[in-house]
């Protein structure tokens, strides 16, 4: 149980273009959901965090106009990366909160974005 | 008063030997700890976890140690495989509501064989 899933797993994209990126709890309602940033050898940087219904809240310093979260479902978050710039490349993970028994957080496998 | 901080930054341990990778925070408001083990190019998966009512906690070749008073907690990997091989992070939040997980900064950790 407990199974997060992302998709694409990695995409390639030109500078400019948008990218969405779907995370899925699989086998749990999650009436909160995370997407979070890593960059090679560093820790998860949390970006914001989705309700499902509402607008989600952004981290200190994360632009929300150029990541857009929506989580219109208690299965379904999606981050979309808006004009997409080279420094945009980022590995990209979301996880799902449970409620019971304890609100223990699922990670997905991620998706490797690569800005041209 | 946020961070948790990990320590060591890297680790290598001899197979069949024990891995202790050791965490601190400073919010005592945090009361969910939970350890996660990441291979290369994939997403955490929770290992572990512990609650500040006990002590420690075993599963299987993984233990959580939790010291409450000296806000400290710990992971040993028992037998250590090259499998293990991974980057280990620890975390922690409050259990109630939909709470951040505050991570801490990772440790690689490498069995040889």
């Known amino acids: 149980g407990a199974v997060v899933s992302q998709h694409p797993s990695r995409v390639i994209c030109k500078s400019g273009t948008s990218v969405k990126i779907e995370c899925r709890s699989l086998d749990f309602q999650a009436t909160t959901m995370f997407w979070y940033r890593q960059f090679p050898k560093q820790s998860l940087m949390l970006m914001a965090t989705?309700?499902?219904?509402?607008?989600?809240?952004?981290e200190q310093g994360v632009e929300k106009d150029k990541f857009l979260i929506n989580h219109a479902s208690l299965t379904l978050s999606t981050l979309t990366v808006t004009s997409a710039h080279p420094e945009d490349s980022s590995f990209y993970i979301c996880?799902?909160?449970?409620?019971?028994?304890?609100?223990?957080?699922?990670f997905g496998p991620g998706t490797r974005l690569t800005v041209l | 008063q946020q961070q948790v901080k990990q320590s060591p930054q890297s680790l290598i341990v001899q197979k069949g030997g024990i891995s202790i990778i050791n965490c601190a925070y400073e919010?005592?408001?945090?009361?969910?700890f939970p350890w996660y083990q990441q291979f290369p190019g994939k997403g955490p998966a929770l290992l572990i976890a512990?609650?500040?009512?006990?002590s420690e906690k075993k599963e299987g070749r993984f233990t959580i140690s939790f010291n409450k008073s000296a806000k400290q907690f710990s992971l040993h990997i028992m037998d250590s495989q090259p499998g293990d091989s991974a980057t280990y992070f620890c975390a922690a939040s409050r259990k109630q509501g939909a709470q951040k997980l505050v991570f801490g900064q990772g440790t690689r950790l490498t069995i040889n064989p």
């Open positions: 919010n005592t408001a945090f009361d969910y």
């Open positions: 512990i609650r500040p009512d006990v």
């Open positions: 989705s309700n499902e219904g509402s607008k989600a809240t952004y």
């Open positions: 996880s799902a909160q449970n409620s019971v028994p304890y609100n223990e957080q699922f």
